[in-house]
């Protein structure tokens, strides 16, 4: 099955109030615990959060790694004001965590972040992304030397009716503007290989590995040199 973009940003205030209000609670923190195995910040660290959407992945790296630094990027206004307002609810919960608008293009991560990171992190932003190369250059820019990275996404099924059956099985109850999220999403996913490719065409398949993750998802992860 060819790949389908979907648009880059969820910028409708109704599509990122659908996603807020979703439970991937489960999803999000196998995303933590695969990172506390990978990764372990230490005291002094700093993770980037690319795409981090309404925070959902950024609340549980501050929570569950307070000595690490936490920054939330993402280029779309309406999901960082519902991640803006979830830190705002509970003042002082999270003292090292913050969200920042930044876009991914082919210049990078604009504005820049005047920090480097030592973790760089990324869940369900790749398959947004038209040319996904965009991703792939900004992470040695954004990298602390010997920085850590973990992405995870949606892998693209071979079939229409393999994406239909994906949604059945996980997302019948949700709200109709999330399923059509969801099978977007799963057209404009990469495959294991065509991700094998970019991380060549990058220069970073000596640093960084991608797998298959059960029966929807992929993951790349590895430490940069330098
Ligand atoms: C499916 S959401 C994932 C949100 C979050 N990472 C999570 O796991 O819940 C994808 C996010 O990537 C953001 N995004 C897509 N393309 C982007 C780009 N070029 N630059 C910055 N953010 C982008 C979208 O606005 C959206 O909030």
Same mark, same amino acid.
């Given at each position: 099955?060819?790949?389908?973009?979907?648009?880059?940003?969820?910028?409708?205030?109704?599509?990122?109030?659908?996603?807020?209000?979703?439970?991937?609670?489960?999803?999000?923190?196998?995303?933590?615990?695969?990172?506390?195995?990978?990764?372990?910040?230490?005291?002094?660290?700093?993770?980037?959060?690319?795409?981090?959407?309404?925070?959902?992945?950024?609340?549980?790296?501050?929570?569950?790694?307070?000595?690490?630094?936490?920054?939330?990027?993402?280029?779309?206004?309406?999901?960082?004001?519902?991640?803006?307002?979830?830190?705002?609810?509970?003042?002082?919960?999270?003292?090292?965590?913050?969200?920042?608008?930044?876009?991914?293009?082919?210049?990078?991560?604009?504005?820049?972040? +005047? #920090?480097?990171?030592? @973790?760089?992190?990324?869940?369900?932003?790749? !398959?947004?992304?038209?040319? *996904?190369? /965009? $991703?792939?250059?900004?992470?040695?820019?954004?990298?602390?030397?010997?920085?850590?990275?973990?992405?995870?996404?949606?892998?693209? +099924? #071979?079939?229409?009716? @393999?994406?239909?059956?994906?949604?059945?099985? !996980?997302?019948?109850?949700? *709200?109709? /503007? $999330?399923?059509?999220?969801?099978?977007?999403?799963?057209?404009?996913?990469?495959?294991?290989?065509?991700?094998?490719?970019?991380?060549?065409?990058?220069?970073? @398949?000596?640093?960084?590995?991608?797998?298959?993750?059960?029966?929807?998802?992929?993951? /790349?992860?590895?430490?940069?040199?330098?």
């Amino acid at each position: 099955m060819d790949r389908i973009c979907e648009p880059e940003l969820m910028d409708e205030r109704a599509q990122a109030l659908a996603y807020a209000a979703a439970d991937f609670s489960a999803g999000d923190q196998a995303v933590v615990e695969r990172i506390a195995a990978l990764v372990q910040p230490q005291t002094g660290a700093a993770l980037l959060d690319l795409g981090c959407g309404p925070g959902n992945i950024s609340f549980r790296l501050a929570e569950r790694f307070p000595q690490a630094r936490v920054l939330g990027v993402d280029g779309a206004a309406a999901m960082l004001q519902i991640a803006r307002d979830r830190l705002a609810g509970a003042p002082g919960r999270w003292p090292a965590l913050a969200f920042a608008q930044g876009l991914l293009g082919s210049g990078g991560l604009e504005p820049c972040p +005047p #920090a480097r990171f030592t @973790a760089l992190i990324s869940n369900s932003l790749l !398959h947004h992304l038209h040319d *996904p190369r /965009v $991703l792939w250059n900004a992470l040695v820019p954004l990298a602390a030397p010997g920085a850590s990275v973990y992405i995870r996404d949606l892998r693209r +099924p #071979a079939s229409p009716e @393999a994406v239909l059956a994906l949604r059945e099985r !996980h997302l019948a109850e949700a *709200p109709p /503007v $999330l399923q059509r999220d969801y099978v977007a999403s799963l057209h404009a996913a990469f495959t294991v290989s065509e991700v094998r490719q970019q991380l060549v065409d990058a220069g970073l @398949a000596d640093q960084l590995q991608v797998a298959a993750l059960d029966d929807r998802y992929l993951e /790349v992860w590895g430490r940069l040199a330098g």
